[in-house]
């Protein structure tokens, strides 16, 4: 079965500092990627994705993430953070059958003025 | 536009007290899906549907029921809740297969 670990639970970065968010997953097979952001007390919007082809992706809100294979790993990067960011960050794995998505358990970004 | 929609955004509601908890979508989507979130957790999939397919997680308490009359709406019964059912929960639609899902706002129930 899928699983996915974001080993951090909470990130504070200053405004314009770069960001990266880890994420790690364990999958069977060619694996299906997402990045999701929350805000307080709203539901889950979708950043980007990944499903084959070039292992960077460009997402909404300037940002990107990184498939590497060989490290299991779909980091979520941003070079220059904006105060509005501040949210609860998560990422999923899903196989061809999206159906049976799994999430991570998050992590929290402050931003810092 | 086009949405996900869920109401109410909060409910609260007595130990015991069956609640029915709603969303629709103006997407036409397929697959409907209800996710449990709890505080700092990840959201956790209960159930979904495709079409009129249910399909339950093994581990989904017998507790939650799901209804889908039609395309557009979907229900999440909860039958006797429990303290421990006080959640957020999450509606989300899709196209099937690995297409994005999209959100609605959330349901945050409270159980008292």
């Known amino acids: 079965a899928q699983s996915v670990t974001q080993p951090d639970i909470h990130i504070t970065v200053s405004e314009g500092a770069s960001l990266e968010l880890r994420c790690n997953y364990s999958y069977g097979a060619t694996p299906y990627l997402f990045w999701y952001v929350q805000s307080p007390g709203q539901g889950l919007q979708l950043l980007l994705k990944y499903f084959s082809g070039d292992t960077l992706v460009q997402g909404i809100k300037g940002f990107e993430a990184e498939f590497k294979r060989s490290q299991s790993s779909f980091n979520l990067r941003k070079p220059s953070v904006h105060w509005s960011d501040a949210a609860e960050y998560f990422c999923?794995?899903?196989?061809?059958?999206?159906?049976?998505?799994?999430f991570g358990a998050g992590t929290r970004l402050t931003v810092k003025p | 536009d086009a949405m996900v929609i869920q109401n109410p955004r909060y409910q609260v509601t007595q130990f015991g007290k069956p609640v029915t908890l709603s969303c629709s979508q103006t997407?036409?989507?397929?697959?409907m899906y209800w996710y449990q979130q709890k505080s700092s957790q990840a959201p956790k999939l209960l159930f979904h549907y495709y079409d009129k397919d249910f399909n339950n997680e093994a581990d989904t308490p017998d507790n939650f029921q799901s209804r889908r009359p039609n395309t557009s709406f979907c229900f999440l019964d909860i039958r006797s809740p429990g303290l421990g059912d006080a959640a957020m929960y999450l509606c989300?639609?899709?196209?099937?297969?690995?297409?994005?899902?999209?959100f609605g706002p959330g349901t945050r129930l409270l159980v008292l």
């Open positions: 997407l036409n989507h397929n697959v």
């Open positions: 989300a639609t899709s196209t099937g297969g690995f297409e994005t899902q999209y």
């Open positions: 999923a794995v899903g196989g061809f059958n999206n159906n049976d998505m799994r």
